[in-house]
């Protein structure tokens, strides 16, 4: 059977989660740009940033799946880091027109690969090799978090019920592999508004956690304190 973590992503998926962020971006005012998001230390405008340039970071994974030809998804961490600081206090018109920009860049070249091209090997900024066809759920996931972290109005409530589906077990997973080495005390997950149930920690669970399976997501990412969830929550270490 196919689990919501082995489906594709579809390219109409990622369109209609660019739009929604467009949207968004569209409807703030010139002084959003630079108060907080939700994340710390960065502006609307660090978000923002992050967002086109992690758009042409997938670029560059899928012209590398295009042609053979080797290409890093960034040039190297320095250069990343300075494009978001350097790209932040730009004015709101700026932010939308190079976020509008990069999506379609990013887009059009999806919409241009083979089957072929869709099933080459390319390499995350991690090192972590993947068939490009992933590109669209790493590029899936930055747009529906960063959504979220730029603070106006688009809460994990909002996410799609296919992204939650997938999003929540794949959070588990890799909190349950961070902490390998210094592991929680056990304790059960249990959504509430679907099937699923999973254990963090070495079994047998200690106490349940229990909420909508978007709050457990977003608290598993660290989007959330959890102060919608019931039990007795741990203090998870920051890590996406």
């Known amino acids: 059977m196919t689990t919501a973590s082995q489906t594709l992503v579809q390219l109409d998926t990622v369109a209609e989660a660019t739009t929604r962020l467009l949207d968004t971006i569209r409807g703030l005012d010139e002084d959003a740009v630079t108060e907080p998001s939700s994340l ?28 053979g030809v080797e290409i890093p998804q960034y040039a190297n961490a320095l ?91 794949q959070a588990t997973a890799d909190l349950t592999r961070l902490t390998t080495d210094t592991p929680l005390a056990p304790f059960t997950l249990h959504a509430t508004d679907s099937d699923f149930t999973a254990t963090i920690g070495p079994s047998p669970a200690t106490h349940t956690i229990s909420g909508p399976a978007s709050s457990l997501a977003a608290w598993l990412l660290g989007r959330s304190p959890g102060s919608d969830l019931t039990g007795d929550l741990p203090n998870l270490p920051a890590w996406k």
């Open 40 to 67: 710390p230390g960065w502006t609307r405008g660090h978000v923002m940033a992050h967002l086109a340039r992690n758009a042409d970071s997938l670029v560059n994974l899928l012209l590398w799946a295009h042609t």
């Open 79 to 169: 250069l990343r880091d300075s494009d978001i600081e350097a790209g932040a206090p730009r004015s709101l018109p700026d932010h939308l027109a190079d976020n509008e920009a990069a999506a379609t860049r990013f887009l059009a070249l999806a919409r241009s690969l083979t089957d072929d091209a869709w099933q080459a090997q390319v390499r995350t900024r991690q090192g972590r090799p993947i068939p490009a066809t992933e590109v669209l759920w790493m590029r899936l996931q930055e747009v529906e978090i960063h959504h979220v972290d730029l603070n106006a109005d688009y809460h994990p409530s909002d996410w799609p019920a296919s992204f939650v589906a997938r999003i929540l077990p």
